[in-house]
């Protein structure tokens, strides 16, 4: 299969629309049988519910070419799980486990051409995604969904190595106490925007939410979860009902365990803690990890002894690890590679 004609390693983190997605309708209580289109168009009624009252759950996973060149997905499974926990949440229909996983089987394999390369630090970000799409004018769920997924391929998060970022502590909460921050829905982002611009003027990259309820604990960042390296060399993270499930994070814990013999723990983690831990970095699909070097708390500032060049060592060996697994030169556990093709 011929490649796409393009420059993989210098392409950022943007929408590049790719020849297939795949799309399924849900009408009079069932899904239809799916899909692929050429497509990249939506036309909805104007009164949709997605529309009206943001009823839409989404996902993002990435596909890998490996050293010996197959192209695979990482735990799939995981991301099928958390989309049906998000949809239940906001009364959508499921949609089955084993057709999420056909489907990015198939959209993958017919955008084969756009898979990058191995070793051009370039990937193709899937974007799973469903929606209310008939009218809805009473404050209810639609009756009808659509569940879709674009692909595009994606650059390295990092341009030129992995720089330790600063973050600050935000003053708005990204999640109520008991509401939607524990599931993946498009009202969760639409309510970090604000805070995120409101951060990047400021100066910081990123904004480190404190729990909702109490102000005391670490929860996450508008898009990814905290891991900290303890100064005796432990791996923890903090443990929310109000946080996303990172199958990112999920999975460093594990390989902090089962590869690298450390000790790892999800707890609950109090900010007055976080000044005496060694290193700090955020986990998700995107990056894997990105270092934190500085949290700036109201004008204080908390700096880790792994400062502003480079991930700290621990860090380093999580992130070493896991794309070593995903790109297919670390044997992986049981179940977590999917081989497309
Ligand atoms: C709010 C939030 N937390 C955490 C994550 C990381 O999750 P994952 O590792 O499953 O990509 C993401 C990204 O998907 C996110 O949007």
Redesign the pocket.
């Known amino acids: 299969m011929e490649k796409k004609n393009i420059d993989w390693s210098s392409i950022g983190f943007g929408y590049m629309p790719t020849d297939y997605r795949y799309v399924s309708n849900f009408k009079d209580g069932k899904w239809d049988e799916g899909t692929l289109s050429t497509d990249p168009n939506i036309v909805l009624n104007e009164c949709a519910g997605v529309l009206q009252y943001s009823q839409s759950v989404f996902e993002?996973l990435k596909a890998y070419t490996t050293e010996d060149g197959h192209i695979v997905t990482f735990r799939p499974d995981l991301n099928a799980e958390r989309i049906a926990a998000s949809a239940a949440r906001l009364e959508m229909p499921v949609f089955p486990k084993e057709r999420f996983i056909d489907a990015v089987n198939q959209v993958v394999k017919a955008n084969a051409a756009w898979v990058p390369p191995y070793g051009s630090g370039a990937t193709l970000y899937l974007r799973p995604y469903m929606f209310g799409s008939n009218a809805v004018i009473g404050v209810k769920p639609a009756d009808e969904y659509q569940f879709r997924i674009l692909t595009t391929p994606v650059g390295p998060y990092f341009k030129g190595g992995a720089k330790p970022i600063t973050i600050r502590v935000s003053d708005f909460d990204r999640a109520a106490p008991c509401g939607t921050g524990n599931i993946?829905a498009g009202l969760?982002y639409a309510m970090s925007l604000h805070a995120i611009v409101d951060a990047h003027k400021q100066g910081f990259d990123e904004n480190m939410y404190l729990d909702p309820k109490t102000r005391t604990k670490v929860e996450?960042t508008?898009?990814?979860?905290f891991i900290f390296v303890t100064k005796d060399g432990k791996v923890v993270t903090p443990k929310s009902d109000s946080?996303?499930p990172?199958?990112?994070?999920r999975s460093l814990i594990y390989v902090a365990k089962e590869y690298l013999g450390l000790e790892a723990e999800e707890r609950e983690i109090y900010f007055d803690e976080v000044k005496d831990f060694a290193e700090c970095g955020l986990?998700?699909?995107a990056a894997v990890i990105s270092p934190v070097g500085k949290i700036n708390d109201h004008g204080k500032e908390i700096c880790f002894p792994s400062g502003m060049e480079k991930m700290g060592p621990v860090i380093q060996k999580l992130y070493d690890t896991l794309t070593g697994i995903q790109m297919g030169r670390i044997e992986a556990p049981e179940g977590w590679i999917h081989v497309i093709e």
Do not use: D, M, Q, V
């Open positions: 993002g993946k969760n996450e508008g898009g990814a979860n946080i996303l990172s199958i990112t994070r986990c998700g699909t």
